[in-house]
């Protein structure tokens, strides 16, 4: 009988109800919201697209220890052996059992945002006028040169109505600090997903990242040690593979 996980078991509990996954997602402690922010920007580019703000958060469905089955590329071979003979060779190996990543929990989510274009915006294309070359000759009028002129973005407009982004998020329960396992476990459960998800679609911001934000709840740190310092440490170092870090008290 597998041991008994009682940090994952309790999470579970709690987040059946959806006030609770959504405080996970904007928690009191963070006004400026920037645990969603982070997720959605593993899934939208800012480049592309500027949330200036978060307006809410609205989880449509919550599911629990979700299976994903890691994808087996099998190679084979053709042969032909002159003048005439053809022959077929393969070799297939299969595991018996393929290896299964199991998401603690999976969410979808729509965020109401507010945005601003990202950039600044080209105003308008000039032809300079017509110029020789080095020896004199006229330069080819598809080789003419050209001058683009961009102006600034239109400024924000704090009435402008907020648009409403779907947002998936994966999300792995670890009941104790151990970066080296939970990079292993996500990196390995993210290329699972990545493989069996269809392609990211294309928003009018430009091309989504990835089908799924990926969120790693650890237990919080405890008050003798120094918390603040620790979280942001992990958080940055899940930052840099495109991670985020949560921590909460055990249930």
Known sequence: MAATNPFTDGLMLRYLRPENVEA???????????????????VYDPAHLDI???????????????????????HGSWDKSIPTTEQARAIVEIPATPPVHWIDMSLDAVVAVKTAPAGRLLSSVDAEAAWATA??????????????????????????????????VSTLFFDRLD?????????????????????PEVHDG????????????????????????????VGDLLATQG???AFETAP
């Not at 200036?52 to 099998?74: G, K, L, M, N, P």
């Not at 000759?137 to 409403?164: G, S, V």
């Not at 970066?179 to 392609?199: E, F, G, I, M, T």
């Open 179 to 199: 970066l080296v396992d939970a990079l292993r476990r996500l990196s390995q459960a993210k290329r699972a997903v990545d493989a069996a998800s269809p392609q």
């Open 243 to 245: 991670f985020v870090a």
């Open 52 to 74: 200036t703000s978060v307006e809410s958060v609205h989880v449509d469905r919550t599911e629990f220890q979700t299976a994903v089955h890691a994808s087996i590329a099998v």
């Open 206 to 233: 430009g091309t989504m990242l990835a089908s799924s934000a990926w969120l790693a709840v650890f237990p919080a740190i405890t008050s003798d040690e120094p918390s603040q310092t620790t979280e942001q440490l």
């Open 24 to 42: 996970l997602l904007i928690p009191a402690a963070d006004p400026e919201r920037r645990r969603v922010r982070s997720l959605l920007a593993s």
């Open 135 to 168: 020896d004199g000759a006229p330069q080819d009028e598809f080789e003419r040169p050209y001058k683009l002129q961009y102006a600034d973005p239109p400024p924000i407009d704090p009435t402008a109505p907020a648009r409403n982004l779907p947002l998936r």
